[in-house]
């Protein structure tokens, strides 16, 4: 299988790389390679490409940057989601595109499902939720709703995002500050980048489903394990959503329900046994002794 990925220098690009390139053709297109805010810059890529496959792991992840660049989400998160789109239909490829948790309100009490009604509440996650429209205007597309994306792969970027602070913090002992009262279930990538390859190779059905780790958790009970399988002192600051101010709204109760891909084949492992395999990752040199 030839398979194009899209925004293959970023954390979860690489991943898909490293993770498909053992067993297909991989055609890699980085930010400097490919201008996905160019419709004709997409549309000749891919014709000259001809994949079987396109992953677009590209998207503009500023959530507060957003509310004062709408264009740009815009541009990034749908408007580049529609060209690829376009590009896998006219081509016959499968697409695969990544979404996120943010598309729901956080009102919900129980893990939210593919079937719940998505209810943006920032410019961030209503860019996110049009790109899912688009991608899923092709006969055979996946979306992938992903969630607090941790993890690196072998040759990829460094980690970035709140899990990578969260590690440093504790490594260094500077008590870093955890949400106590938002709920997440998040992704490792490396399991992100199995489901997607094995999505592939399957005649699961099309449409969406979520990409997370099975279970969930707050930022302060993912902190304490973390700090448990990292071997040192779980010192963080608890801190409530409601006092810190953030620019754009972020969902409170943001957990996922993976059934649906479990029903396709696929198992999650546990955020738990996920944070065990990153933590054996971190760098030893950064470690406290």
Known sequence: ????????????????VHECAGAHEV???????????????????????????????AAYN??????????VALAV???????LAQAAERTGAVLVHYSTDFVFDGKSATPYSEEDRPNP???YAASKLLGEWFALDVPRAYVLRVESLFGRAPGGPPMKGSVASIAN??????????FEDRVVSPTYIIDGAMATRRLLESRAAPGVYHCV?????????FARELATQLGVEPKVTPVRMADVPLRAERPRFCALSNAKLRAAGIEMPTWQDALARFARLVPLPTRRT
């Open 77 to 83: 998160n749908a408007f580049a989601v529609r060209a």
């Open 27 to 57: 055609l890699p297109f980085t930010h400097a390679t490919l201008d996905i805010t160019s419709d004709a810059a997409v549309a000749d890529a891919m014709d000259r490409a001809r994949p079987d496959a396109i992953v677009n792991c």
């Open 1 to 16: 299988m030839r398979i194009a990925v899209v925004g293959s220098g970023g954390q979860l690009g690489a991943a898909v």
């Open 213 to 221: 780790s099975t279970g969930s958790c707050t930022w302060l009970e």
């Open 121 to 123: 509440r920032s410019v």
């Open 62 to 71: 500023d959530v507060d940057g957003a509310e004062d660049h709408p264009t």
């Open 169 to 178: 913090g504790l490594l260094a002992g500077t008590s870093p500050k955890v």
